[in-house]
């Protein structure tokens, strides 16, 4: 394969006869370059496939094509397929994406939008961090008219366009779907942080045992880090306090996983003696014994979505217009672990 | 909270009483200004917190204190894990990470390049594509004296630096180990793709095999795309043929996953009939039924270690050193997938 060279400014001035500095000041739409002479150098710089500089040209236009995504993890399946989501949607257009992550660290956050907005990029996706109560650092941004769309974890503090799923909805069909199933001591394991979709998430679960007459019984409700360990030692708390529970839905996979062994130490059968429902769909819910009932957060259509907007707000005046909330379904996906009766009756 | 205003040259300038012309010269260590102003202005800009546009230093100096990623996919433990430790490293040394994904395609792998040089990153680290077989587009980071290293998926074809695992040594471990455990008709899943790793993985398996007076049979090696459905597709092969494979030895999780469902439908008993060893330590092998045994690439010290790269190649004069390639060891971990065995007889 034949070496690529990179073209410069210069093989255009040699193309055509003129100098660099003719071709860089008629590129950049300089006043004292004839119409003429820019025609001619526009039409050799496409002959010959030449590529300005991203940031050179960002610097001069404001115009990187780059998008910032931030994320709080891109170890979970549900940020990863948002960022594959918009990166699809995004590349299609002739945009680039670079992903940080801000590991839930307030500090790494505000330091990664400062970065962003140095490398100029044209706009910032973010879920925000679970420690992130201030945003401050999101004004700068918001004052120099970069489109900033927020994803899953947001906030309404801000006047920024927002992608969400419809927490509330899903944590009412899939404790329904427990309901449906026979279950009526149903548990829930959700986060110490008092985050939105938690609190949604939450309420959905309330609201389904009201409307289908079961008492709401808040030592059922148990708060952890939402991962392996914290779904453990939730179980395990239930298991002590002998709440005699025969389900759990819970806010992540991960503290379902937790709770699906821990049951299984003591040879509690799922699910004949206990239901379980996670939440996000991660790959791994369909590799367990028996396989988990989830949510599915459809993250590639989220990361879409956002996608969606960014090129809304830039293609107009490049100004971000008035704040848009946009709220997806998500779908429940019931396997085993919750479906202890085969066959619906009509 | 105060909102956190962006402090420029102006707010300088203002401090001490010079122009922001000046201000701008001293920072930028200008021959015409006087090192008592240097000095005073580099003592205002540190009193009042003042930090440059990262970018628009990095065309003046070359220095954007940032290093870009290249990655196939993100949506692997193993390549978010080594992500982890080189951003951990370079945190500590107060440079940012941005991360990016070829998707395995060629033609995103060199646009990326190109953009990561655009914005004047002070290294790049990469995990080669599936697909890319020629390196001409690295010869303008090379070129440009810009440090580039290589992990996991290398090649030998450019003086770059690299870190790879023992990809022989942990094969020839894992075959060990079923050997070991009675097992004499081992299967083993590759990639169609000819890649290093892959190779290697397979040159491991042969060699135990060998040592251990076992004939090689190549109708035991099966390839496929190395993902779920490819797991199960290869061993339905292997029971389609009925060579009365004993345990797989896969080259990856997700394949040997796919094996575990495909023998489980059939009744299958693992590890009594059949044991079975995945690639990487995806965190789900933790979580099937049985637990799979897997091979651990610590990818965090991975990660560290390219950094760690990096960093000496900036420490001297900025150019990057002979070629180095680091051989990390792997760790085999043993679970209920392959222990048919309970107790090893000394």
Redesign the interface.
């Known amino acids: 394969?034949?070496?690529?060279e990179?073209i410069t400014i210069h093989d255009i001035a040699t193309e055509i006869g003129v100098t660099a500095s003719t071709v860089s000041r008629a590129l950049n739409n300089h006043p004292r370059i004839s119409p003429a002479t820019k025609k001619m150098v526009l039409e050799a710089a496409k002959a010959i496939n030449y590529?300005p500089?991203?940031?050179?040209a960002a610097?001069r236009h404001g115009k990187s094509k780059?998008i910032g995504i931030i994320v709080p993890?891109?170890?979970r399946?549900f940020f990863?397929?948002i960022?594959?989501g918009i990166?699809e949607y995004a590349?299609a257009r002739d945009y680039?994406?670079?992903?940080?992550?801000s590991y839930d660290d307030y500090q790494?956050e505000v330091?990664?939008i400062?970065?962003l907005l140095?490398?100029?990029v044209d706009g910032i996706m973010v879920s925000l961090g679970k420690n992130t109560h201030?945003y401050?650092?999101f004004?700068?941004v918001l004052q120099k008219g970069i489109p900033l769309v927020f994803f899953d974890r947001t906030t309404d503090e801000l006047q920024a366009n927002q992608v969400v799923i419809d927490d509330f909805a899903s944590a009412y069909q899939a404790t329904r779907h427990l309901i449906e199933q026979g279950y009526r001591h149903i548990a829930h394991f959700t986060s110490h942080m008092k985050i939105k979709i938690y609190l949604e998430r939450l309420r959905g679960y309330s609201q389904a045992l009201a409307d289908f007459g079961i008492p709401f019984d808040e030592r059922l409700v148990v708060e952890s880090n939402m991962q392996l360990d914290g779904g453990q030692e939730s179980t395990r708390f239930l298991l002590n306090q002998g709440l005699g529970f025969d389900a759990i839905f819970s806010a992540s996979d991960y503290a379902i996983?937790g709770a699906l062994?821990e049951l299984k130490k003591i040879q509690v059968k799922i699910p004949q003696e206990v239901g379980l429902i996670g939440f996000s769909n991660e790959?791994?819910t369909e590799?367990?014994?028996p396989a988990l009932s989830t949510v599915d957060q459809k993250a590639i259509n989220m990361g879409q979505t956002s996608a969606a907007l960014f090129f809304e707000m830039i293609a107009g005046d490049g100004k971000p217009k008035a704040m848009v909330k946009k709220t997806l379904d998500a779908q429940l996906i019931t396997r085993t672990s919750s479906c202890r009766i085969k066959q619906f009756q009509p």
């Open positions: 394969m034949k070496k690529k990179k590529k500089n991203r940031i050179a610097l780059l993890t891109i170890n399946n990863s397929s960022v594959r990166e590349n680039k994406v670079m992903i940080s992550q790494k330091e990664t400062d970065a140095d490398a100029r201030t401050a650092h004004d700068a996983v062994q790959p791994f590799f367990t014994e």
